[in-house]
């Protein structure tokens, strides 16, 4: 990584929003500046972009509220309104009625949680506290739509990895992302290929599927009968699995050679995490052989190798400014469908062209790589 360049990568588990820093944190607190903009907040148009997607979105709202003063440092209180349409029409902003000692009536503030932006302060407030806020986890509704269309663009691609995470050679795993890439391809095979706002609605679900393997005995085969998934501390770290019958394998991995008797677990979230324990129950083992076998993940999370920022020439404006962005870290370590959270046009687009520069160590289970939902901060430099 570049030296000087600060660059802040968080990934997250869509299904347990767990959110892991993998690079240092700003040196000093997001500050709290008042707009020179007497719209800024103040209308549906222009509204404070806090972040976070509805997952997160209604925490983030608070804090950036409770940073807020008088302009004389009264406290302020607030009451979340109504929700109104944004201008790009496909998304909301919520209204908030802002009140302190001394206002004759409310005050509308109009915060977004779909982008996020530098955040300054509505014109006629102050802050008792910076804003703290930090970059939001991805959002997992746009990286869904960003694992699909990734997925169904490398269906064709005989290079793109769409191997298994290997359990000890007692099973493997299929993350999301490896489910919707083998339903794409199988697809496209048949030449009936997916689309990617028509994905069904099974697949588009966040899920994993858990295959463990029979064990051979000398004149016998034993199937599993029970896969759950512990955390470090022996916790259930996933709602009990659905098991699927045989005939249901291939319906959910299409295309996937899978040895007979092998029995498929679904479980409710996007990815096995380094740490699990797969816990596998043979009620009929093997002579001399375990009724319950622990197939321990093994995760290390991406980390950025080059991360080469845009310049600007001398004097511009736009240096030391910076843009967030969404985008998928993909097997070989590129940044994928990235997506601006918000900011300028042109400093949008030359913030997302400069991620073609870019290089990542992806994340990985077990030495399998996986696709990462990431989001980036992406400061404007001056030119050498």
Same mark, same amino acid.
């Not at 997952?55 to 950036?64: D, I």
């Not at 000890?168 to 095979?189: E, M, P, S």
């Not at 004149?219 to 259930?236: F, H, I, N, T």
């Given at each position: ?72 440092? %009264? ?28 206002? %004759? ?216 400014r910076w843009i967030a962005?969404?985008?998928i870290v993909d097997s ?53």
């Amino acid at each position: 990584m570049r030296s000087g360049a600060f660059v802040a990568l968080l990934l997250v588990s869509l299904a347990t929003a767990e959110a892991r820093a993998q690079a240092p944190a700003p040196t000093s607190p997001e500050p709290c500046v008042a707009s020179p903009d007497p719209d800024y907040a103040r209308t549906p148009a222009n509204p404070a972009k806090v972040g976070g997607s509805p997952l997160f979105g209604a925490a983030r709202q608070r804090r950036y509220l409770e940073s807020l003063k008088g302009p004389d440092g %009264e406290p302020v209180t607030f009451t979340r309104s109504s929700a109104v349409p944004s201008p790009d029409g496909e998304t909301l902003v919520d209204r908030y009625e802002v009140r302190y000692a001394g206002l %004759e009536t409310p005050v509308d503030i109009y915060l977004d949680w779909y982008h996020y932006t530098e955040l300054l302060a509505p014109r006629g407030f102050t802050c008792g506290q910076p804003f703290n806020l930090g970059l939001p986890p991805p959002d997992p509704f746009m990286a869904g739509g960003q694992f699909a269309r990734l997925a169904i663009a490398d269906a064709s691609n005989p290079q793109a990895s769409m191997a298994p995470i290997e359990l000890a050679g007692a099973g493997v795993a299929f993350d999301h992302f490896r489910l919707v890439a083998a339903a794409a391809r199988f697809a496209a095979q048949s030449g009936f290929p997916l689309v990617a706002d028509r994905v069904p609605a099974e697949l588009a679900k966040p899920h994993s599927v858990i295959v463990a393997f029979p064990q051979a005995c000398e004149s016998r085969v034993v199937r599993a009968a029970e896969v759950k998934l512990e955390d470090p501390r022996g916790r259930q770290a996933a709602p009990d699995a659905v098991h699927a019958s045989p005939e249901a394998i291939a319906r959910l991995l299409p295309g996937v050679a899978i040895p007979a008797g092998s029995v498929a677990a679904v479980f409710a979230m996007d990815a096995p995490r380094g740490g699990i324990t797969v816990k596998v129950t043979y009620p009929d083992a093997c002579s001399g052989a375990t009724e319950e076998r622990n197939l321990g993940l093994e995760g290390t999370g991406a980390r950025l190798v080059d991360s080469p920022m845009p310049t600007r020439p001398a004097g511009d404006a736009a240096i030391g400014r910076w843009i967030a962005v969404q985008a998928i870290v993909d097997s070989a370590g590129r940044f994928r469908e990235a997506t601006a959270l918000g900011g300028p046009p042109d400093l949008s687009r030359a913030a997302v062209e400069a991620l073609a520069g870019w290089r990542v160590e992806p994340a990985r289970v077990n030495g399998a790589a996986m696709a990462s939902p990431v989001v980036l901060q992406i400061t404007f430099v001056a030119a050498p």
